[in-house]
């Protein structure tokens, strides 16, 4: 079995750790939108009619007018959990490093079923494309970053190019992505997640991003925990295999030793970021990824 139903984990542990302390360390955020200053993030910003359909935007203080590159996160919690605040200390972390950082919501099981959960994402991404220079960040420099069940749709949007196409954008719109702990390779769909998530589908093999690797797939970085017993290493291994078989030219592999399956989204905090080098690890592949 390449997924295990604990992927509510990440979530839980966030609230429960990561939240308390980090209150206060949060980047401020204005309201509204307000062109030109990079001081200023966003809160709550629409990008569709559903209250689901709101992002937080995080901006690095300081550092002249010059476009900053972009990362957009998607959270975990087997598409049915999570909430874009607790995952703030990504956009704090992310923001202190340079980067103009989104994270979105995105409608959850059981209101949605696949598709749409990966839908939100690239209607969020359309938006992100068009008004992030309101921000100070650049749109043809956006990058995708995403954790467990957002690992597994920012993976979707990146390879299966039918996603973007539906919102008017190019799969060369995305620079590069990055999956932590994702799930990629996973039918057949025999436990509660993944049958409450993809039970629906007429053609399983259509929700698997391992079938839409590319040879001009995106510079893309999976990273894992060896002791992940949530969603198995084996997820990350065999997509970066099918992806060089396919012909890719840019695929970095990155199993961290002892870590779980939370751990690769904890240790992104400021806090925890000593348990293992996965931010600086990301920032770097961000960073030559923009060159």
Not at 2 to 10: Q, Y
Not at 53 to 66: C, E, F, K, L, T
Not at 227 to 232: G, Q, R, Y
Request: net charge positive; proline share 7%.
């Amino acid at each position: 079995m390449l997924l295990r139903p604990l992927a509510t984990m990440t979530t839980r542990i966030a609230r429960r750790t990561i939240l308390p302390l980090l209150a206060g360390l949060t980047l401020p955020a204005c309201a509204a939108l307000r062109p030109g200053r990079l001081t200023d993030g966003a809160r709550d910003v629409a990008y569709g009619p559903h209250p689901r359909q709101r992002m937080d935007i995080y901006v690095p203080s300081g550092g002249g007018s010059a476009a900053k590159p972009v990362v957009f996160f998607i959270y975990g919690g087997s598409w049915a959990n999570g909430a874009k605040e607790t995952y703030s200390f990504v956009g704090d972390a992310l923001a202190a490093r340079g980067f103009v950082t989104v994270i979105a919501d995105y409608r959850l099981v059981p209101e949605v079923r696949f598709p749409v959960f990966i839908e939100d994402g690239a209607l969020a991404l359309r938006f992100v494309r068009d008004n992030i220079a309101r921000f100070g960040g650049d749109p043809g420099a956006i990058h995708l970053l995403g954790h467990s069940a957002g690992a597994y749709n920012a993976m979707m949007l990146t390879l299966d190019r039918r996603y973007l196409a539906a919102v008017g954008m190019r799969a060369g719109d995305i620079r590069s992505t990055v999956g932590l702990s994702g799930p990629y390779d996973f039918l057949p769909f025999d436990i509660d997640v993944t049958k409450a998530a993809f039970g629906n589908a007429r053609e399983p093999a259509q929700t698997q991003p391992i079938n839409f690797a590319r040879r001009d797939a995106p510079p893309i970085f999976l990273a894992t925990g060896s002791e992940d017993t949530t969603v198995l290493p084996r997820n990350s291994e065999r997509l970066a295999q099918t992806l060089r078989r396919a012909g890719a030219q840019a695929v970095s592999l990155k199993i961290y030793p002892g870590l779980g399956h939370a751990n690769t989204a904890t240790t992104l905090s400021r806090l925890l970021q000593w348990q293992a080098p996965i931010l600086d690890d990301v920032v770097i592949f961000l960073r030559n990824s923009a060159a």
